[in-house]
């Protein structure tokens, strides 16, 4: 099989950008060869240590958010993922977020938390809880002092004032955060008193957002039968936390917004609807109103007499009607009576027997038919019209007919 170079590059790049291992990935190195593009604002760099180099580009969008100036030399930790520069045919890596190197050994526990968490389905979409369409009452984790729950209260209080906060004040940081934090869980799970809850806390360093990362408190959250915002940090900071939580908001300030609706927005569409429902209200009273004038202005109503009278004169010409052709009726099965009762007449035994006619009958009460089934002296009995005579055979005569008889 021949194959040209782009459709192998192409290929190997599909490879790089299907692997998932490579599409959110943390590399420390050293900066070397490094060039800012004037005019795309782009930075374009290598990062290498002992053993190895690889290429790297951080676009203009993401390295207009660096809090320091990298330079040759430097050693850091660049986030982003692993593609195929197909032009060169080298792979490289897209920076999205970087910083100095120091803390290397929190992102290694970090990514083998995260793998470890993910694998076991502690992450899996289908596992995440619905939030409440209209909660009556929030429960907020976070630190009474911190600048995150005054951003929650006041953010609740003017989108939505029904519902009621409940805070549970915790450690967000240091000995003790993780404990406190599973502490003020199993109080909201077991009480059940509030329909969400938001955890979280303000921005820092991952050493400070690490009690988030914690094994316990991601295990914890998972099996929270109440849905969860998680709101830990600044929109770039991601922790475990996130990841377990049902939704993730990138400041407490948004965790508020989704985990209310907005009052405003349901008292505009009541209003849209109450409007709605009075045009539909005031359509049909106009449809109704106009029926019940024609019903006013109609004869019937304004001389009810004339509408009776009419209706009395129908009612009697359809009694008429029925009476009429009742007897019409009546005579037709009459007249047909009188015929079959004159065709029964004419076929009836008594008058046949009138004619001089007989049934003659043996001592059995048998009819008999004809003279073979007599014998002399054969006791029979003769039926006549006006009575019966006993009598006995004294000689048998049988007449013979041709076949045309």
Known sequence: MTLTVSAVTKYIKALIEGDANLSNVIIEGEISNLKLHRASGHLYFSLKDEGAVISAVMFRSAASGLGFKPEDGMKVLAKGRISLYEKSGQYQIYVTAMKPAGLGD?????????RKLWEEGLFDPAAKKPLPEYPSRIGVITSRSGAAVRDILNIIGRRYPLAEVLLYPVLVQGDGAV???VEALDYFDRERNADVIIIGRGGGSIEDLWAFNE?????????????VISAVGHETDTTICDYVADLRAPTPSAAAELAVPDAGE????????EGKLCSALRAKIVHQRKRLDVILGSRAFRRPEDFFDRRRLMLDRVISGISGAGQKRISREKLRLAVLAERIDGRSPIKIMSAG???IRNESGERIRSVCEMREDLKIS?????GEASCTVDGITQHVRDGNE
Do not use: N, Q, W
């Open 106 to 114: 929190l992102h290694v526990a970090f990514e083998k938390m995260k």
């Open 179 to 181: 404990d406190s934090m």
């Open 215 to 227: 094994e316990k408190l991601a295990r914890r959250l998972y099996a929270l039968t109440i849905p």
């Open 266 to 273: 349901i008292k505009a569409s009541l209003l849209t609807l």
């Open 357 to 359: 006619y007989g049934l």
């Open 382 to 386: 003769v039926l006549m019209a006006d």
